[in-house]
């Protein structure tokens, strides 16, 4: 198994309040994303990062944010949670060498509930 | 933009059978990757395949099979001989080019198959 851990792994907030997101890779890999999966949407990319400090928006970024500063750590933030960000949140790593042919391996996933 | 497309949401079989799901990709590259993944209803996230453009040769890992075709954009998957333990969603998904030479995907919606004892 890849070493990606995700915590929390289930986390209740209310709506309005800031929720922060961690991944850890024990891998070394240099891309990590946020994911995000939604019945009859599979899952749809936040956002990635391609080296410390070093990120991009996916195709459903508004409402988040992230930060890496650490090749290990990815963080994923909801500034103020909505209710329409209740979802299952995946991070992934990749080592990518150049060829877009890479897999991406995923974590366990961390359920957000925003009521 | 890229796009992936799994038209069936859920599928239900009887153990023993074979069951078909179907994936058609939408994309302007030339070269590109499809990848099949599978969720158990544990909820993990597991890697099956990966299967470049340039070779279209079908594939046989077991009880599983895949069936590229180029001309139709299509990418199914086969389960022969079904098991309760291939219960699961399956997702189809596709390579897109990121910075710095990495990669991303674009996911299907996914099929749930569901194999009934």
């Known amino acids: 198994d890849a070493g990606i851990t995700q915590s929390p792994r289930h986390k209740v907030t209310e709506t309005g309040t800031p929720v922060t997101l961690r991944c850890h890779q024990t891998?070394?890999?240099?891309?990590m994303y946020w994911y995000r999966q939604d019945p009859g949407h599979g899952l749809r990319l936040i956002h990635y990062s391609y080296g410390v400090k070093d990120t991009d928006k996916g195709e459903v970024s508004d409402g988040y944010s992230v930060s890496r500063s650490k090749t290990e750590d990815f963080l994923l933030t909801l500034e103020s949670a909505t209710s329409s960000q209740t979802s299952v949140y995946f991070c992934?790593?990749?080592?990518?060498?150049?060829?877009?042919?890479?897999?991406?391996?995923f974590g366990n996933g961390t359920r957000l509930t925003v009521t | 933009a890229q796009k992936v497309t799994q038209a069936q949401t859920e599928i239900s079989v009887v153990e023993k059978e074979d069951v078909t799901l179907d994936c058609v990709y939408e994309t302007r590259d030339t070269t590109y990757y499809l990848f099949w993944y599978k969720q158990p209803p544990s909820g993990e996230l597991v890697f099956l395949i990966r299967r470049n453009s340039f070779d279209e040769q079908n594939e046989i890992s077991g009880r599983y099979s895949w069936n590229f075709q180029k001309s139709t954009s299509s990418f199914n998957f086969t389960i022969t001989a079904s098991q309760v333990v291939d219960s699961a969603v399956y997702f189809c998904?596709?390579?897109?080019?990121?910075?710095?030479?990495?990669?991303?995907?674009?996911f299907g919606g996914g099929t749930r198959v569901l194999v009934k004892p």
């Open positions: 998904a596709l390579s897109e080019a990121i910075k710095a030479a990495g990669n991303k995907l674009t």
């Open positions: 992934a790593i990749s080592e990518s060498r150049g060829e877009r042919n890479s897999p991406l391996h």
């Open positions: 891998e070394n890999h240099r891309y």
